[in-house]
């Protein structure tokens, strides 16, 4: 998720604000029900102990306009690793009607941002799951969370990073646990619904059409996209007759062509780099509204449109954000953080492969951007933490994570990385990391492993330097490089 710099002068806030308790219209839970978590540094209550989601069920139910609650049911396979008295999923904004545990009514009550629920019986170790939940999905938010549904100019879509998948569906809202999803989405005559993976159904009904699509490999929760509004989805092929389809508004179809057919040569262009494309479809979602950001969303990449109509954004700088995105396909989706203190795995090397890109296509050399990175690198240390240490967000700001530490200081570190094992094992490591680790969750010290194995020696030292210390080395091959003196407003 680059947060590109827009020139306007007023840019709203990168995600939605969100956050109203969870409303109950049912029987509550035995007390005391509390909310818990896996322990995450940076989001400590996100995620939930004792189970592993296999696969979600979504159903929503979209009104007709995008002020008013969707009903929704959400639907989870679960397999349990401890013995559960109660279960908690995530979920903080929306109204629950009921729940139920493997088809039998259970009582619920919320505590802090989770859905506590207490099945008739203890859930036993080892056993699988299905868990229904009733609820409405609310895209009109208050307070200070950020996230969730994102009101576009005839509709909706999605944008759940960091952690506000739950504001939208019940979840296991932490990228260590992904699984794979099937989304049904039912629709007003007029309007389009398109989601992650495939098209696997379109059912019509008197006024009303359903949307039905599914993943063909697993999926983080923060990943999850919903688009609806008067959209065309336009259809071509990719690398290897790769299914790419992007959706658009329909007024703007002819317009945005010219960037949406660049597509299969940046993908293919992706894979002659780290391998083949790793998921069943691709393509760009492009929504009428004003965001400050674009979202990596798995198969479907969220862009706001201004970045494709404003006469003032560079080609080059437009393509090279198209790719940004699209290696994140590999690098945050196929392999995704085990934490979120690993999120530089993901914006690193996304701004690497965008300023690759800008370098063979444009001329806008990677040297050169580096330099300038490394002379801002002890200040983005300084505000935001080191690239694998950031700093918590700040006032419960959840987009704070994404300073320019994880970005172009996260890129720096792969530029001294491939300076000091050179080229041909840095290019090695970027194959086989994607490779070794498709469709999982990996670590940074993951990811120190299979470069020292692939260097020939242990690299834990220069690893803790460059993605742990609060000042940034001397760089391997350039020992006149200088990083700015921090003033001493900027350390506090």
Not at 40 to 63: I, K, Q
Not at 88 to 99: A, C, E, R, W, Y
Not at 108 to 136: C, K, N, Q, Y
Not at 427 to 438: P, S
Request: charged share 25%; net charge neutral.
């Amino acid at each position: 998720m680059p947060l590109t710099p827009r020139p306007r002068s007023r840019v709203q806030a990168a995600l939605l604000a969100s956050a109203v308790s969870v409303c109950l219209i049912a029987a509550s839970a035995p007390a005391p029900a509390v909310p818990l978590g896996i322990g995450d540094r940076l989001f400590p209550h996100l995620g939930n102990p004792g189970y592993d989601v296999e696969s979600y069920d979504l159903a929503f139910t979209y009104p007709g306009r995008n002020r008013e609650p969707l009903t929704a049911v959400t639907s989870i396979d679960a397999r349990t690793t401890s013995r559960l008295e109660r279960l908690n999923l995530d979920f903080s904004h929306g109204k629950v009607g009921s729940v139920e545990v493997d088809g039998e009514s259970a009582a619920f009550t919320s505590a802090g941002e989770d859905l506590v629920i207490t099945p008739r019986e203890p859930l036993p170790r080892g056993s699988r799951t299905r868990i229904t939940v009733r609820h409405t999905s609310d895209p009109v938010y208050t307070g200070d969370k950020e996230g969730g549904w994102l009101q576009t100019a005839d509709g909706l879509a999605m944008a759940n990073q960091a952690d506000a998948a739950h504001v939208v569906f019940p979840c296991n809202d932490h990228p260590s646990d992904k699984a794979m999803f099937t989304v049904r989405v039912t629709v007003p005559d007029g309007y389009t619904a398109v989601s992650n993976g495939l098209a696997v159904g379109r059912d019509r009904a008197p006024g009303t059409t359903t949307w039905t699509y599914r993943t063909q490999h697993p999926m983080a929760t923060e990943l999850a996209q919903v688009s609806i509004g008067r959209s065309a989805v336009l259809h071509r092929t990719g690398p290897h007759r790769l299914p790419v389809r992007d959706v658009v508004p329909a007024k703007d179809r002819e317009k945005l062509e010219p960037w949406l057919r660049k597509t299969p040569a940046q993908i293919e262009w992706m894979e002659g780099k780290v391998g083949r494309y790793p998921f069943e479809t691709y393509g760009v979602l492009i929504a009428e509204a004003q965001t400050g950001f674009e979202l990596e969303t798995q198969t479907l990449s969220l862009f706001e449109r201004e970045l494709f109509v404003r006469p003032e954004y560079p080609k080059w700088y437009v393509e090279s954000i198209m790719v940004h995105e699209l290696s994140h396909q590999w690098f945050g989706n196929s392999v995704s953080p085990r934490t979120w203190s690993d999120l530089w795995l993901n914006e690193g090397h996304a701004t690497w492969y965008e300023a690759l890109y800008a370098e063979e296509t444009a001329g806008r050399t990677v040297e050169a951007r580096m330099k300038a990175a490394y002379g801002a690198s002890d200040r983005w240390r300084t505000a935001g933490g080191p690239p694998a240490a950031p700093k918590e967000p700040r006032n419960g700001q959840k987009i704070g994570i994404f300073r320019a530490n994880v970005y172009d200081g996260a890129a720096l570190f792969l530029y001294a990385l491939r300076e000091e094992i050179g080229g041909p094992a840095f290019a090695r490591l970027q194959r086989a990391w994607v490779a070794v680790h498709r469709d999982g969750v990996a670590s940074t010290a993951d990811f120190q492993e299979l470069a020292s194995a692939i260097a020939g020696r242990k690299l834990g030292g220069f690893f803790h330097a460059w993605l742990y210390e609060v000042r940034t080395p001397p760089m391997p091959g350039h020992p006149d490089w200088k990083s700015a003196p921090v003033e001493a407003s900027e350390k506090r």
